[in-house]
């Protein structure tokens, strides 16, 4: 390798919210990114690659592919989702199957995205399993661990006016229960920035968060940035229906003091870290209030 020649960062679930948002932060500082991906002919996986990635067919159920495709890479960011039959069980397989490839693959450094109150025995099935995937992974080779909090992302589908042109948000907790929240793409920076300086914090994790607030405010928020009126509902955990592990997790919040990012270390951590307002404004500014207004 010559002195100009550079490494390139390894991003699994580059063609989702959080890996693509990493891709971006990552290419953004000129630094070279290598993509793992299922199906390199993907619409999404062509984006990364006119976007500059380096785009690599791999599988988290192929631990052959993951280790081939990480090879002679700087350091690997990732995370895993319970989707699918299997759940949570299949989430941590296949993270603890990354991990495994990854240091048979001699990667450095991981940085592995988990989720806020993953260490806190919170009883949530979704949280718990990525808590076992990080366990996992500190025993098989160095890492850091990014625990984003609620994605402001979330809130997209609920912004759109009904038909008597309101904003309603509708959760199953109380409208008067603080809840941070962070914008993904400060996940992505977050991420970056640990990838690219493994001492830009103290310790090995971080939970990171840009805002924390009611979701009576946060309904008072969309009012005054979207100019329409805007209030907060909320609904019965039944309106969920059997899926328990969402349940558990709204019980969680509800409790109040679920989340429990320091905001200052996470604006050291990230500068310029979007707030609620700035993520909504930025909506307006950018011109996505049609794509909010049809989510």
């Known amino acids: 390798m010559t002195p100009t020649q550079q490494l390139p960062i390894a991003v699994i679930g580059a063609t989702g919210q959080q890996g693509r948002s990493v891709v971006d932060a990552l290419l953004e500082s000129d630094v070279p990114v290598r993509a793992l991906v299922?199906?390199?002919?993907?619409?999404?996986?062509?984006?990364?690659?006119?976007a500059g990635a380096e785009v690599v067919k791999a599988d988290q159920e192929n631990p052959e592919s993951l280790a081939e495709a990480l090879a002679d890479v700087a350091s690997l960011f990732y995370m895993t989702t319970f989707e699918g039959a299997d759940g949570t069980d299949g989430e941590v397989r296949r993270g603890r199957a990354v991990a495994d490839a990854?240091?048979?693959?001699?990667?450095?450094?991981?940085?592995?995205?988990?989720?806020?109150?993953a260490e806190r025995s919170t009883g949530i099935p979704h949280f718990d399993s990525k808590f076992e995937v990080e366990k996992h992974l500190r025993g098989a080779l160095p890492a850091a661990i990014i625990r984003p909090v609620f994605f402001m992302e979330n809130l997209i589908p609920q912004l759109t006016p009904n038909d008597d042109g309101e904003i309603v948000i509708r959760m199953p907790m109380p409208g008067d229960v603080a809840v941070q929240m962070i914008a993904v793409r400060d996940i992505g920076r977050a991420a970056a920035r640990l990838l690219l300086e493994p001492n830009a914090i103290d310790g090995d994790s971080i939970e990171v968060a840009g805002d924390e607030l009611t979701l009576d405010?946060?309904?008072?928020?969309?009012?005054?940035?979207?100019?329409?009126?805007?209030r907060f509902e909320t609904i019965p955990l039944e309106y969920l229906g059997d899926d328990?592990?969402?349940?558990a997790m709204f019980r969680w919040f509800a409790r109040g003091r679920a989340y429990r990012a320091d905001l200052a270390e996470s604006r050291s951590l990230v500068a310029g870290m979007s707030d609620l307002g700035s993520w909504m404004a930025a909506q307006v500014r950018d011109g996505r209030r049609e794509s909010i207004a049809t989510a």
Do not use: C
Request: net charge positive.
């Open 38 to 50: 299922r199906a390199p002919e993907s619409s999404g996986a062509r984006a990364l690659s006119a």
């Open 217 to 230: 405010r946060v309904a008072a928020q969309a009012g005054e940035i979207f100019g329409v009126p805007a």
């Open 244 to 247: 328990e592990d969402l349940k």
């Open 102 to 117: 990854a240091a048979r693959a001699g990667v450095p450094r991981v940085v592995y995205s988990s989720v806020g109150g």
